[in-house]
C-alpha cells in the first residue's frame, strides 16, 4: 500500500501536469506587423524557437514554472512565465532607442583588406539539425590599426534549399560574444552559395584593436510557395565550411544553441575554426 501512496504522488506532481503548450504572434509596436523569424528561448534550457514569417510561434512541454525569453538587439527584452502567456494570443514588442554611428567621412581608396579565416583551406565542416545553432569566431585587426568593416564573409560546404541565416558582430569581452553591434537587415539566404558576402560599408563600424566576434545563427529553410520539404530537408543545416588548427594559435571558436557559449567539440589538440572573414578598408 504504501509503493502504491508513492506513486500516485509522483504522477500527480504539479510538475508533470502543468507540462502545456504556448503559442502567440510577436507583434512590432511602432509598426503594427507581425516580427518574423525571431529568436526566442526558454531560460535556463537548451531548448526555443522562432517565430514564422507569419509572427506565430508555438513551444511544446513546458511548465509553470518555465520563463521565456525575448532577447533581440532590435526590441528590448521580454521576460514571460508560461503560466502568463496561457490566455494571450500577441506579444507587442516595444524597439530599442538607437544612437546612430557618426557619419565618417573616409579618405579615398579602394584598398580593401581581407582579415580572419576566410582564406583557409577547408578540411572539414561544421552542421547539425538544432535550429537555432549559433556558431561564432573572434578576429582581430592584426597589424591594421584605424580598420573599417565593409563586409562579413562566411564559407559554406554544402548549399541547402531556401536556407535563412542571420549575421552577427559581438563585442569582445573577455573571450567571450559580449554586447551586440547594431547591424541593420542582417537576415539572408544563402540557397545556392558557397560564400555570402554581407555588405555593412554604411554602417561604419570600426573594428576594434581587440577584435570582434562574427557570428552566424542558422534559422531554418524557408519554404518558398509550392514547394513540400520533409522534416530532413527542413532541419537540414547549412555547413560552414571549417578546418582545424593547433591549439596553441589560441583561436576562440565557440557555438550554441539556445543556451550559453561554450567551446566547439575539438579532436585531440585541434580547435574547430569556422572559415568566416572581414573585408576591412584602413583609414589613414
Request: glycine share 6%; charged share 25%; net charge positive.
Amino acid at each position: 500500500m504504501k509503493n502504491i501512496i508513492i506513486i500516485l504522488f509522483v504522477l500527480l506532481s504539479p510538475d508533470l501536469l502543468a507540462q502545456n503548450s504556448v503559442s502567440f504572434t510577436v507583434i512590432d509596436s511602432v509598426s503594427k506587423q507581425a516580427v518574423p523569424f525571431l529568436k526566442i528561448v526558454v531560460v535556463g534550457k537548451e531548448k526555443g524557437t522562432y517565430s514564422d514569417e507569419h509572427g506565430f510561434a508555438k513551444i511544446d512541454n513546458l511548465s509553470d514554472y518555465d520563463t521565456i525569453s525575448i532577447d533581440n538587439i532590435f526590441y528590448q527584452r521580454i521576460l514571460l512565465p508560461t503560466k502568463n502567456l496561457r490566455n494571450i494570443k500577441q506579444i507587442i514588442l516595444l524597439p530599442k532607442p538607437f544612437i546612430l554611428n557618426e557619419a565618417i567621412v573616409k579618405p579615398y581608396s579602394d584598398k580593401e583588406i581581407e582579415i580572419g579565416y576566410s582564406k583557409i583551406r577547408s578540411n572539414g565542416s561544421f552542421g547539425t539539425d538544432i535550429i537555432g545553432t549559433e556558431i561564432t569566431v573572434l578576429i582581430k585587426p592584426g597589424d591594421i590599426q584605424n580598420a573599417y568593416i565593409n563586409f562579413i564573409i562566411l564559407k559554406f560546404k554544402y548549399k541547402v534549399k531556401n536556407t535563412q541565416v542571420r549575421v552577427h558582430l559581438y563585442q569582445n569581452e573577455q573571450g567571450k560574444p559580449g554586447t551586440e553591434i547594431y547591424i541593420k537587415d542582417n537576415l539572408i539566404s544563402v540557397a545556392g552559395k558557397d560564400e555570402v558576402r554581407f555588405n555593412i560599408v554604411n554602417q561604419h563600424i570600426k573594428l576594434p584593436l581587440e577584435g570582434m566576434f562574427v557570428s552566424m545563427e542558422w534559422i531554418g529553410n524557408n519554404k518558398v510557395k509550392g514547394e513540400i520539404y520533409n522534416e530532413a530537408e527542413f532541419k537540414s543545416s547549412p555547413r560552414v565550411k571549417a578546418t582545424t588548427v593547433n591549439q596553441k594559435r589560441k583561436v576562440i571558436s565557440l557555438f550554441r544553441s539556445y543556451g550559453k557559449w561554450e567551446p566547439i567539440p575539438r579532436s585531440d589538440s585541434k580547435v574547430y575554426l569556422p572559415l568566416f572573414g572581414l573585408i576591412v578598408q584602413e583609414q589613414k
